[in-house]
């Protein structure tokens, strides 16, 4: 099983599947990273605000695993928005994971009411220089909110990642990002279990075609378009079946028929609306 890497902006890569741990209880992180760990996963998506870095972070020196053989992203709250708020964050972040440097470090969300985003990016751009983390991106950006960092910052971020799954495609931003070589990562890739995703028919229809769950036609979807997922699951045995993705492919019609379920289902928060 090997994951395939995408190449970012800043010319590092990035594994195109990882494991995401929002709502994973602090106590119980340790262990079901190590379980993440052990199924092969070498991308763990987190953020301080999941208050499980430390746990996290035991996990990875507790495998044994190189640095180097790891991708480690966490997040910039939104309170820690400015400049020496943010230098003081991700050396946080750092000390609770135990590391020298992230591989990718994200503003969590614009908070657009605090009008701080653009002196956060140009935190992030110092972080990045100074070798805290390798490569630096978005999440939750909006096409004008990317559109002003792009003109007032001097980096264009490697990734947005942002609420992204069958229901709720978000086609504005990905256009977007895309054509300025931003990289989607696609948070909520299963919607987050808020809707009957499983039950409609086109992904039904190519789980039953493939031999696999409809997770996994779901996670297959995201892959071959091109998305960046990491989706997060408490159980070992799921974690275990939403890595293995490679042994099947969609078909053109398949991949057309998920995309054609798009009907403007955010399950989350609006961007403009999270201070
Ligand atoms: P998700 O879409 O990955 O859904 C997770 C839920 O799906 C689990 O709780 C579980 O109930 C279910 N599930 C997982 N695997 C399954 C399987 N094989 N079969 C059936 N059900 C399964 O949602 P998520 O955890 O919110 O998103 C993934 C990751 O994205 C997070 O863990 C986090 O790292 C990131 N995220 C980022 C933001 C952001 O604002 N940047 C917000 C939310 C999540």
């Known amino acids: 099983m090997t994951v395939p890497t ?71 709250w939104n309170d820690d928005q400015g400049t020496d708020s943010a230098y003081a964050a991700i050396d946080r972040s750092l000390d609770k994971l135990g ?6 470090y994200l503003i969590h969300w614009p908070t657009p009411q605090k009008d701080r985003y653009v002196e956060s990016w140009h935190a992030l751009e110092q972080i990045a220089a100074d070798g805290k983390s390798r490569s630096i991106g978005v999440s939750n950006f909006l096409v004008p909110h990317l559109e002003r960092i792009i003109a ?10 942002i ?34 995703l499983f039950d ?8 039953a075609a493939h031999g696999v769950s409809p997770a996994q036609a779901v996670l297959k979807w995201h892959l071959q378009i091109g998305n960046i997922v990491f989706p997060k699951s408490n159980s070992a045995e799921r974690i275990r079946e939403n ?5 099947f492919e969609l078909t053109a019609d398949e991949i057309d ?8 289902g955010r399950v989350s928060a609006h ?3 999270v201070n």
Do not use: C, M
Not at 99 to 104: A, M, N, Q, S
Not at 152 to 161: I, L, R
Not at 170 to 179: G, H, I, K, L, Y
Not at 243 to 247: A, E, R, T
């Open 6 to 76: 995408i190449q970012l902006n800043s010319g590092y890569s990035i594994p195109q599947l990882g494991f995401g741990v929002f709502k994973v209880d602090p106590a119980e992180t340790e262990r079901i990273v190590t379980d993440a760990l052990e199924a092969g996963y070498r991308h763990i998506d987190t953020a301080a605000i999941y208050g499980n870095e430390e746990g996290v972070g035991r996990a990875i020196a507790a495998s044994g695993i190189p640095r180097d053989e790891l991708y480690i992203t966490t997040k910039l």
């Open 99 to 104: 590391l020298d440097h992230v591989d990718l």
């Open 243 to 247: 890595l293995d993705l490679f042994g």
């Open 271 to 273: 961007p403009d609306e």
């Open 200 to 207: 409609e028919e086109p992904v039904a229809a190519a789980a």
């Open 163 to 196: 609420e992204l799954h069958p229901a709720y495609q978000q086609r504005d931003v990905t256009e977007f990002s895309r054509e300025n070589g931003i990289h989607i990562e696609a948070w909520g890739p299963l919607g987050q279990g808020k809707y009957p």
């Open 257 to 264: 028929a998920i995309s054609g379920l798009e009907r403007g």
């Open 152 to 161: 007032e910052g001097g980096t264009v971020p490697a990734v947005n990642q």
